[in-house]
């Protein structure tokens, strides 16, 4: 098996260019065939089934949350998912084509862009050296916009930043920042690899409120916008009913529920299983407003 894989470009969706507009699609289903597939996965540590057999699949720009307890297996499941860790059992496709034992830099590759439980950026380097280095890193993949010319390189910068929200902070240390504006710098950052799928592990932990929603929506506008599919993991359920299109229940390891946000809420399982936390059964499919504290 070669450790690359054939070009993807047979399965690429549209990059660039084409501006697709989906804005009225939230919430439909997507008939396109699944960006990622899981099939039977399955991962224990030390006789602990973190995951026992998930199947699942997430169709191209479709948003999924993937929620549950504590220790239910989300952040195990990402880390099978972006290559960090090998499944002990199952199969993972993207777009059709198995990637599960590969290196995360081979799967980041073939198009799986990650934002961390914790902002992971470079504290001592500016924000715009940040995207720089996270298109550089990219630069001369298959099918990229670019070849990795410093000029081209500065352009993609711009652009990201300007994306973001970020080009007034360009020149600032990423040590300095705000909390949340590390996050929007975070995402700039995995959005560099013009990635099919993003996996996003807890967005908006650590995040007031407010900071949530405006996360999200950015998130939302611009996977929409190149019709990113996402994929994230969320403890607050304001954020899954709010931006999740999909929800799925993992419960020590197992998938317990699928469904719309409105089915999951309904669900006694998943109420049996977030007994104590009220959230769930607020009805709070609404976030607050741009700009809400
Ligand atoms: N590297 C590891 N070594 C040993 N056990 C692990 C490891 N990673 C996860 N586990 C165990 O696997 C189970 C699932 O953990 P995981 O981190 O995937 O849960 P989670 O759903 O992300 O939880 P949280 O909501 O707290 O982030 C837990 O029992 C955890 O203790
Ligand atoms: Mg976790």
């Keep these: 098996m070669s450790a690359t894989g054939p070009p993807q470009g047979a399965n690429s969706a549209p990059s660039g260019g084409s501006e697709l507009e989906l804005s009225t699609t939230v919430g439909a289903h997507h008939s396109s065939a699944p960006i990622l597939k899981v099939t039977g996965l399955a991962k224990a540590f030390d006789g602990v089934h973190a995951l026992d057999g998930v199947s699942f699949e997430v169709g191209s720009g479709e ?18 998912v972006n290559g960090q860790l090998r499944p002990d059992a199952g ?22 862009g990650r934002t961390f439980q914790v902002a992971a950026t470079f504290a001592s380097m500016t924000v715009r050296e940040n995207v720089a280095l996270a298109l550089l890193a990219h630069a001369g993949k298959h099918g990229a916009m670019l070849a990795g010319s410093p000029a081209e390189i500065a352009e993609g910068a711009q652009a990201l930043l300007a994306r973001v929200d970020c080009l007034d902070i360009a020149a600032t240390h990423c040590a300095t920042l705000a909390y949340g504006t590390a996050k929007r710098v975070e995402l700039a950052l995995a959005l560099a690899g013009a990635p099919r799928l993003l996996l996003m592990d ?14 999200m929506r950015l998130a939302s506008e611009l996977a929409l916008r190149d019709r990113i599919a996402v994929l994230f993991t969320e403890h607050d359920m304001d954020v899954v009913f709010g931006f999740a299109d999909r929800v799925i229940v993992l419960d020590r390891g197992r998938i317990i529920a699928e469904g719309t946000p409105d089915a999951i809420r309904a669900d006694a399982r998943v109420q049996a299983v977030y007994l104590g936390t009220p959230t769930l059964a607020r009805n709070s499919s609404s976030l607050p407003p741009e700009g809400a504290q």
């Excluded at 949350?65 to 499941?77: E, S, V």
């Design 63 to 80: 948003r999924v949350a993937l929620i549950g307890p504590n220790g239910a297996g989300k952040t195990t499941c990402f880390n099978l």
């Design 91 to 112: 199969a993972i496709e993207l777009a059709g084509q198995r990637i599960d034992g590969q290196p995360p830099q081979a799967i980041a590759r073939r198009g799986v």
């Design 202 to 215: 807890e967005p908006t932990a650590g995040l007031a409120q407010g900071a949530r929603a405006a996360l």
